[in-house]
């Protein structure tokens, strides 16, 4: 079952993680990757899911005209809700990625893949890459720097 706590809100959007579903993206010497149910540490490098949600219907609006513009379906986008994200972070070289999964409806029925940050010229959501950056840029959404703090001081 889903942990979900809130982790940022801004006027844009609002974020919540699991916190029962931390991923070691480091598998150990013996190839096996840490999961939930394991008592260890958080690794340096883990992962945490967060769904995003868009707080103003402008955005949303943006997205499913993205959406079309890219030739992705749109189907029940109408309803959207969030999007689930996989948020991979680098405690050591203090670096993050969001991986962008699925995207759900208001009764968290899915709708299909996410597209959140296809478009690099117009993200609709500022500061979020889907390629390594760094956590400490200015340039960075401060939801990254608010799950890292989270997360990653209990990180060994």
């Known amino acids: 079952m889903w942990n979900w706590n809130l982790i940022f809100e801004d006027g844009e959007i609002i974020s919540y993680c ?15 990757f840490a999961s939930m149910e394991c008592c260890r ?8 899911w967060a769904s ?14 993205q959406r079309k513009g890219a030739g992705l379906p749109v ?10 994200c996989l ?31 296809a478009d690099k010229n117009a993200p609709l959501v500022e500061g979020l890459k889907a390629e390594w950056a760094s956590i400490n840029s200015r340039a960075t959404h401060r939801m990254i720097p608010a799950i890292f703090k989270r997360f990653a001081l209990e990180a060994k």
């Not at 958080?42 to 945490?48: E, K, L, N």
């Open 18 to 32: 699991d916190l029962d579903k931390i991923i070691d993206t480091e598998g150990g010497e013996d190839g096996i």
């Open 41 to 48: 540490p958080i690794s340096p490098r883990f992962a945490v």
């Open 52 to 65: 995003l949600t868009f707080k103003k219907k402008e955005a949303v609006k943006r997205y499913i005209e």
């Open 75 to 84: 189907t029940g986008y109408q309803r959207f809700r969030y999007t689930l």
């Open 87 to 117: 948020i991979e972070m680098d405690a050591i070289k203090k670096r993050y990625r969001v991986i962008p999964a699925t995207d759900y409806d208001s009764t968290d029925n899915e709708l299909g893949e996410s597209s959140i940050l």
